[in-house]
Antibody
Framework: DVQLVESGGGLAQPGGSLRLSCAAS????????MHWVRQAPGKGLVWVSR????????NYADSVKGRFTVSRDNAKNTLYLQMNSLRPEDTAVYYC???????????WGQGTLVTVSS | DIQMTQSPSSLSASVGDRVTITCRAS??????LNWYQQKPGRAPNLLIY???TLHAGVPSRFSGSGSGTDFTLTISSLQPEDFATYYC?????????FGQGTKLEIK
């Protein structure tokens, strides 16, 4: 079965950094593009970033561009999201998701909560 | 960026009802439109991709239609497990924006 498990969330101060990880199993990770999507408490879904299968092509939402960096280690079957210059509005549950047909996302992790507060 | 507008924002319905949720894009997205279902405290689940293709394992009471800028998600006969929040998402161009969601509640 496809499994995606996020980790690395927690409390960070404004201006601080966190690195999220997403461990993948049950499928050929190196063959798939991957997404990050976030959801602020009580709010809707917001697409954050996408990375292609070998990590050479990435895209970001304007709200995180220049502050967040998506990367992957295909040897470790792991996706990352490096988050710098964190702001209170980055507080959210962060999900990793597997890219599927028509740029949809067919498998999602359980999410990891990031709280940015002093 | 492409803006996605869902309506209604919330909807009360009964088991067995037929319900329709609409999603409008600010520009043509051809058929790059996906629908997700999310239950409280859970990750989203893909229901429909490419506007009208049912994802594997999704019950046939769910259907999607539309192209260009106007899309609909229809549930033909609501079941108790369908009460959730539904999101549309355009995947035509990044950023892959979501609609604001439609919360489907039991009447």
């Amino acid at each position: 079965d496809v499994q995606l498990v996020e980790s690395g969330g927690g409390l960070a101060q404004p201006g601080g950094s966190l690195r999220l990880s997403c461990a993948a199993s049950g499928f050929s990770f190196s063959s798939y593009w991957m997404h990050w999507v976030r959801q602020a408490p009580g709010k809707g879904l917001v697409w954050v970033s996408r990375i292609d299968s070998d990590g050479s092509d990435t895209n970001y939402a304007d709200s995180v561009k220049g502050r967040f960096t998506v990367s992957r280690d295909n040897a470790k079957n792991t996706l990352y999201l490096q988050m710098n210059s964190l702001r209170p509005e980055d507080t959210a549950v962060y999900y990793c998701a597997r890219h599927y047909v028509s740029n949809s996302a067919d498998s999602w992790g359980q999410g990891t909560l990031v709280t940015v507060s002093s | 960026d492409i803006q996605m507008t869902q309506s209604p924002s919330s909807l009360s319905a009964s088991v067995g009802d037929r319900v329709t949720i609409t999603c409008r894009a600010s520009q043509s997205i051809i058929m790059y439109l996906n629908w997700y279902q999310q239950k409280p405290g859970r990750a989203p689940n893909l229901l429909i991709y490419a506007a009208s293709t049912l994802h594997a394992g999704v019950p046939s009471r769910f259907s999607g239609s539309g192209s260009g800028t106007d899309f609909t998600l229809t549930i033909s006969s609501l079941q108790p497990e369908d009460f959730a929040t539904y999101y549309c998402q355009q995947s035509y161009s990044t950023p892959y924006t979501f609609g604001q969601g439609t919360k489907l509640e039991i009447k």
